[in-house]
């Protein structure tokens, strides 16, 4: 048998070290002649928090090590006015770095490096990142988001910087819309923090530069947001395959044509946890006194409970919101006729409203059959073959 020339076990500071080198003493995963030769090293340097934070102003003006700026393809650094609020003042030889170190277009989705120029007389930074975002497409926006800031945050670690300024991409000439790409910025940040180790970034500021009050407010909000659902959550996207039950796609040209699903599911109510972040929810009640009441969704100014779905779609529609969902009570409560008029007058607004619904991307109808539910407990707690 082979044991490895070296083994390297992280635990958390909480946990009992000695207790581990014991184990792997007494299930002899280590040589005899090495069992006693192990060593215990505790390293706290890598765990350290980074602090994420807003701020309001000029990107060019920013206190941090490296800059993150958009432009297109060509690296003209004209295309945007951030771009161009970068050029003015850090100088036309960043232009010539561009157009010396990166002859050839550039590939969506990719960045190139230059020194800071005039900037860093100004500002502390000594770099700035220019990535080439593609046009915006509603399905693929935020992945597009997330793996670009990764890409920054990973390229700042490799660059030994300690802190990093980055606009809201995509939201200018590109129109991505401001709410997702905080809430796929945010998310991006997340992922990296909780992953990086021994990363050199101590301090991740997102600068915000139009409607400055309100995108504070939103940032706060969705922050706050991606704290408490980040928790608990088991699968990164939503499949109906991890969930039993009814799921069907409502057809229409109208959708179809613009990318927009509309979907009806008959399953558990956790299925909730498992739709993206970002993904607005509404509570919806029948019978007299109909309620339509907001349950999640940052940024939307949804406050009368006393509503009809319409009304929230179209607070959807005007938030830019991509993705929504309601969901009904309990579908053994209610007789099917009214179910069945409650999501059709669902899918109905959607393509009322769909030629000004450029962002939204999908619509869940969810009607919890907790009976069907209450049903696969029982089966899962007394049949060994579940």
């Given at each position: 048998?082979?044991?490895?020339?070296?083994?390297?076990?992280?635990?958390?500071?909480?946990?009992?070290?000695?207790?581990?080198?014991?184990?792997?003493?007494?299930?002899?995963?280590?040589?005899?002649?090495?069992?006693?030769?192990?060593?215990?090293?505790?390293?706290?340097?890598?765990?350290?928090?980074?602090?994420?934070?807003?701020?309001?102003?000029?990107?060019a003006?920013?206190?941090?090590?490296?800059?993150?700026?958009?432009?297109d393809?060509?690296?003209?650094?004209?295309?945007?006015?951030?771009?161009?609020?970068?050029?003015?003042?850090?100088?036309?030889?960043?232009?010539?770095?561009?157009?010396?170190?990166?002859?050839?277009k550039?590939?969506?989705?990719?960045?190139?490096?230059t020194?800071?120029?005039?900037?860093?007389?100004?500002?502390?930074?000594?770099?700035?990142?220019?990535?080439?975002?593609?046009l915006?497409?509603?399905?693929?926006?935020?992945?597009?988001?997330?793996?670009?800031?990764?890409?920054?945050?990973?390229?700042?670690?490799?660059?030994k910087?300690?802190?990093?300024?980055?606009?809201?991409?995509?939201?200018?000439?590109?129109?991505?819309?401001?709410?997702g790409?905080?809430?796929s910025?945010?998310?991006?940040?997340?992922?990296y923090?909780?992953?990086?180790?021994?990363?050199?970034?101590?301090?991740?500021?997102?600068?915000?530069?139009?409607?400055?009050?309100?995108?504070?407010?939103?940032?706060?909000?969705?922050?706050?947001?991606?704290?408490?659902?980040?928790?608990?959550?088991?699968?990164?996207?939503l499949?109906?395959?991890?969930?039993?039950?009814v799921?069907?796609?409502i057809?229409?040209?109208m959708?179809?044509k613009?990318?927009?699903?509309?979907?009806?599911?008959?399953?558990?109510?956790?299925?909730?946890?498992?739709?993206?972040?970002?993904?607005?929810?509404?509570?919806?009640?029948?019978?007299?006194?109909?309620?339509?009441?907001?349950?999640?969704?940052?940024?939307?100014?949804?406050?009368?409970?006393?509503?009809?779905?319409?009304?929230?779609?179209?607070?959807?529609?005007?938030?830019?919101?991509?993705?929504?969902?309601?969901?009904?009570?309990?579908?053994?409560?209610?007789?099917?006729?009214?179910?069945?008029?409650?999501?059709?007058?669902?899918?109905?607004?959607?393509?009322?409203?769909?030629?000004?619904?450029?962002?939204?991307?999908?619509?869940?109808?969810?009607v919890?059959?907790?009976?069907?539910?209450e049903t696969?407990?029982?089966?899962?707690?007394?049949?060994?073959?579940?």
């Open positions: 048998m082979k044991y490895p020339v070296e083994t390297f076990i992280c635990c958390s500071l909480d946990e009992d070290v000695s207790g581990v080198v014991k184990t792997i003493n007494d299930c002899c995963l280590c040589a005899q002649e090495d069992r006693f030769k192990m060593t215990i090293n505790t390293y706290l340097e890598g765990f350290q928090q980074i602090d994420v934070v807003v701020e309001a102003g000029a990107l003006f920013a206190k941090a090590d490296v800059l993150v700026n958009t432009t393809a060509h690296l003209t650094l004209s295309s945007g006015t951030i771009s161009k609020q970068i050029l003015k003042h850090a100088g036309t030889g960043i232009l010539d770095e561009c157009k010396r170190n990166y002859p050839s550039m590939k969506e989705g990719s960045f190139a490096v020194s800071s120029g005039n900037l860093e007389k100004i500002s502390k930074a000594h770099n700035i990142l220019h990535c080439v975002l593609p915006f497409e509603k399905d693929k926006f935020d992945q597009v988001i997330q793996n670009m800031v990764k890409q920054v945050l990973v390229e700042a670690d490799r660059m910087c300690a802190s990093i300024a980055i606009p809201l991409i995509g939201t200018g000439k590109l129109e991505y819309p401001v709410r790409t905080l809430y910025m945010l998310e991006a940040v997340y992922d923090t909780a992953s990086a180790i021994c990363s050199s970034l101590k301090r991740i500021v997102l600068i915000l530069h139009e409607d400055v009050d309100k995108n504070i407010q939103q940032f706060n909000e969705i922050r706050s947001d991606i704290e408490q659902e980040r928790h608990g959550r088991f699968w990164p996207n499949s109906q395959s991890h969930f039993p039950g799921y069907k796609e057809h229409s040209s959708f179809a613009l990318s927009t699903k509309v979907v009806l599911m008959v399953t558990s109510t956790a299925v909730m946890k498992h739709l993206p972040l970002s993904t607005v929810v509404f509570h919806v009640s029948s019978g007299i006194g109909k309620e339509v009441c907001l349950d999640r969704g940052s940024g939307l100014n949804f406050t009368s409970k006393y509503s009809k779905t319409e009304d929230a779609i179209d607070e959807c529609v005007k938030a830019t919101v991509t993705d929504v969902a309601f969901m009904f009570a309990n579908g053994k409560q209610k007789a099917s006729g009214i179910l069945k008029q409650e999501c059709l007058a669902v899918a109905d607004h959607v393509s009322r409203v769909i030629g000004k619904a450029e962002y939204l991307r999908r619509v869940t109808i969810l919890p059959d907790v009976l069907f539910i696969c407990k029982q089966l899962l707690a007394t049949n060994s073959y579940f």
